[in-house]
């Protein structure tokens, strides 16, 4: 019995330990950049030794990796749960209002997406992980529009709800570059917002 318990405390013990040098890390690359950026650096932010770090990470990049991976999972599960809050139908206007909270909160998980996306590009087994994530965004709006046929339909030139999820992941991505260049926050929520309603109805409906 005191061996399991010793057993419990040592593994929460190590899931809290992950769970800060992960905090830790989004805090200082998001402030330096990845490739900027040394495990020490990391390990004195977190307040642990590089014992630590190397009892749940093998290098830097393992540890970017989670990172992106936790957050990138957390904000698919956000989006997900945006839009299910309506009944059949869907009000665009105010499930925009709640996708563009969720994807334009936090600048500094865009500046660490941008670190990985450039990392991704000349790495292709990180690259399949950005994929993946991008498809389970898409997948979460296509499924959510699909369940709205047959009241009313979607704008034609987007052809289907596969499509209208490219291009609401395309007019996010546009928006987040000029979000990263004048961080102006407001703004690139209130320009989102305008832009995936006008994707999304054909600018006189405010339903989909």
């Given at each position: 019995?005191?061996?399991?318990?010793?057993?419990?405390?040592?593994?929460?013990?190590?899931?809290?330990?992950?769970?800060?040098?992960?905090?830790?890390?989004?805090?200082?690359?998001?402030?330096?950049?990845?490739?900027?950026?040394?495990?020490?650096?990391?390990?004195?932010?977190?307040?642990?030794?590089?014992?630590?770090?190397?009892?749940?990470?093998?290098?830097?990049?393992?540890?970017?990796?989670?990172?992106?991976q936790?957050?990138?999972?957390?904000i698919?599960?956000?989006?997900?749960?945006?839009?299910?809050?309506?009944?059949?139908?869907?009000?665009?206007?105010a499930?925009?209002?709640?996708?563009?909270?969720?994807?334009?909160?936090?600048?500094?998980?865009?500046?660490?997406?941008?670190?990985?996306?450039?990392?991704a590009?000349?790495?292709?087994?990180?690259a399949?992980?950005l994929?993946?994530?991008?498809?389970?965004?898409?997948?979460?709006?296509?499924?959510?529009?699909?369940?709205?046929?047959?009241?009313?339909?979607?704008?034609?030139?987007?052809?289907?709800?596969?499509?209208?999820?490219?291009?609401?992941?395309?007019?996010?991505?546009?928006?987040?570059?000029?979000?990263?260049?004048?961080?102006?926050?407001?703004?690139?929520?209130?320009?989102?917002?305008?832009?995936?309603?006008?994707?999304?109805?054909?600018?006189?409906?405010t339903?989909?």
């Amino acid at each position: 019995m005191a061996v399991e318990e010793t057993a419990r405390r040592v593994t929460r013990r190590r899931v809290r330990t992950r769970a800060n040098l992960l905090d830790a890390a989004f805090a200082v690359f998001a402030a330096k950049g990845f490739g900027r950026v040394s495990i020490e650096e990391v390990c004195e932010a977190a307040g642990y030794s590089r014992g630590a770090f190397y009892s749940n990470f093998d290098s830097l990049d393992e540890l970017f990796f989670a990172l992106y991976q936790q957050r990138a999972d957390l904000i698919a599960e956000q989006v997900a749960g945006a839009l299910a809050l309506d009944g059949p139908g869907l009000d665009v206007p105010a499930a925009v209002d709640r996708v563009t909270e969720v994807l334009l909160l936090d600048r500094d998980w865009l500046l660490v997406k941008t670190d990985f996306l450039v990392h991704a590009a000349r790495a292709p087994e990180v690259a399949r992980t950005l994929l993946e994530h991008r498809a389970r965004l898409r997948r979460a709006i296509a499924d959510r529009l699909a369940r709205t046929r047959g009241e009313v339909e979607l704008p034609a030139v987007l052809v289907d709800a596969e499509g209208a999820a490219h291009a609401v992941v395309a007019a996010y991505d546009g928006v987040t570059v000029q979000l990263l260049l004048d961080g102006d926050l407001e703004r690139a929520r209130g320009w989102l917002r305008q832009l995936l309603t006008a994707l999304l109805t054909d600018g006189s409906d405010t339903t989909v």
